[in-house]
């Protein structure tokens, strides 16, 4: 079975553009997961959706937001880059919400 | 609110001597407990985790962890040192304020194997 898929791997922005990630979940899985992992926070819980809604939120500022399709795909939006924003952005499946959670590659954003 | 520690930053041992990585966890209730572990360039691969039942759990590639209550520990070790085992690992918790569903982890422990 396929894992965790994410595109694109590597990304190049600039301050004040925006970006889209997309992850598509192993298949079966319905619930997805985002996390932010940087050298100065570390792993850092974005948000997580199930059944195309959002069911739980981290700490992040209404920059960052995304949404779930009907085949469990799931995309993140983060709108005005900042130079902060930088960072591996993973995304983990699991079959439903509160299950084993299993990461993907991750994207590499990197804003100049 | 949940919290991860991870103690050592940096643990290097030498091929072939045991592996011991430390976690503790606060938490009001019972968590759920994950180790994963993240080689350069690559996203997180879970390697063992606890939920309910026997309290040492096996994962893969020979390493296990026991979930120690009273110590609030979940400790991640493994008998022999491969140099394929360096790596960064991650030791999580699930919130049950939650329902499970948001993993919060500890900072990270780099492996580093001594030839």
């Known amino acids: ?112 | 609110a949940q919290s991860v520690t991870q103690l050592g930053s940096h643990v290097s041992v030498s091929e072939g001597a045991l592996v011991l990585l430390r976690c503790n966890y606060s938490s009001s209730v019972p968590p759920y407990l994950f180790w994963y572990v993240q080689y350069p360039n690559q996203g997180l691969q879970l390697l063992l985790k606890y939920t309910t039942g026997a309290t040492l759990v096996k994962g893969i590639n020979g390493f296990e962890a026991e979930f120690k209550k009273s110590e609030t520990s979940f400790h991640l070790t493994k008998p022999s040192a491969h140099m394929s085992d360096a790596a960064e690992y991650f030791c999580a918790v699930s919130d049950p304020n939650f329902g499970n569903e948001k993993l919060t982890f500890g900072t990270g422990t780099r492996l580093t194997i001594i030839p």
């Open chain 1, 1 to 112: 079975k396929a894992g965790v898929t994410q595109t694109p791997r590597y990304l190049i922005k600039t301050r004040g553009q925006q970006v889209t990630l997309s992850c598509s979940p192993i298949s079966g899985h319905r619930s997805v997961s985002w996390y932010q992992q940087t050298p100065g926070q570390g792993l850092q819980f974005l948000f997580e959706y199930f059944s195309e809604t959002q069911r739980n939120k981290g700490n992040f500022p209404g920059r960052f937001s995304g949404r779930q399709f009907s085949n469990s795909r799931s995309e993140m939006n983060v709108s005005t880059l900042e130079l902060g924003d930088s960072a591996l952005y993973l995304c983990a499946s699991s079959l439903f919400p509160g299950e084993t959670q299993y990461f993907g590659p991750g994207t590499r954003l990197l804003v100049l």
